[in-house]
């Protein structure tokens, strides 16, 4: 099933901690179709402005609700954050590309969720899917106060291990660093894939780990879209195989398909 365009009720749409929300709204369409990295974008008001959409990870779903998860930055997340139960909702999804699942889930492969920031929005959705694999999860923050979904993580029976810069919780260090020191060395029985979302900068760090050791990497960038449907070409990333849009063809890429 395609995207489509929807008017939905909002459940709830509450702070989760400082400038962190959770949205709820209903849609069986969306929830019953949606995959792991795709995304839907919305219409934040009935005013003329802002006049772009804004684009949400979906976080998780749950029967006919999907949840999102996002951070009040600017005036499209302000707007949406005054949002009330019971209004409506103006909404395109699911939109791109996700995670491959069926790698996720093989018996052959250890899955490794790593997440920077607000990239945790996707990949407690992915946990869910394959929670029964009991994926290992890393999280890294500049802090402690920083940690976001850990007990959500936790909660799916995932193992997580904590990385802040400070070092205030965990390993101190860049969450890339935490990595590197728990990849196995090849050959192994298992072998292991990294499944990511975060800062740009990370996921560099994590495509040309995950290629010097010959380790499967999914990777779900983070950047600015206007239409959301491929058309405006705002959000084009250099690959090996030429420019390709993040909304459409992506926004999961694997790592050796980038160009840095």
């Not at 929807?6 to 709204?25: A, C, M, V």
């Not at 772009?52 to 949406?80: A, D, Q």
């Not at 889930?105 to 899955?111: T, V, Y």
């Not at 920077?116 to 946990?127: K, T």
Request: positive net charge; charged residues 25%.
């Amino acid at each position: 099933m395609g995207p489509a365009q929807i008017k939905t009720k909002i459940i709830s749409n509450k702070r989760f901690k400082d400038n962190y929300w959770h949205l709820e709204f209903e849609s069986k369409s969306i929830a019953g179709s949606a995959l792991p990295g795709q995304f839907v974008n919305i219409k934040v008001s009935g005013e003329a402005a802002p006049l772009l959409r804004r684009p949400l990870s979906i976080h998780k779903t749950c029967g006919s609700r999907v949840r999102l998860f996002y951070e009040v930055l600017g005036m499209g997340t302000r707007i949406l954050s005054t949002r009330k139960p019971g209004e409506f909702l103006d909404v395109i999804g699911p939109l791109g590309n996700g995670f491959d699942l069926r790698s996720a889930i093989s018996d052959k492969q250890q899955a490794i969720l790593v997440a920077g920031g607000m990239g945790v929005a996707p990949l407690v959705f992915l946990a869910e899917k394959i929670k029964l694999k009991k994926p290992l999860v890393l999280i890294g923050a500049k802090t402690k106060k920083q940690v976001l979904c850990l007990q959500e993580f936790k909660a799916l029976g995932c193992l997580v291990k904590i990385a802040t810069d400070d070092g205030s919780s965990g390993f101190k260090g860049k969450v890339t660093d935490l990595l590197v020191q728990l990849l196995r060395p090849a050959p192994s029985a298992k072998r292991q894939a990294i499944y990511a979302c975060g800062p740009r900068p990370m996921l560099k760090a994590i495509s040309k780990i995950a290629c010097e050791k010959n380790i499967d990497s999914q990777l779900s960038l983070e950047e600015h879209m206007a239409c959301g449907i491929g058309a405006c070409l705002g959000c084009v990333v250099p690959t090996v195989s030429g420019y390709k849009r993040v909304c459409k063809d992506g926004p999961v890429f694997s790592g050796r398909e980038l160009n840095w």
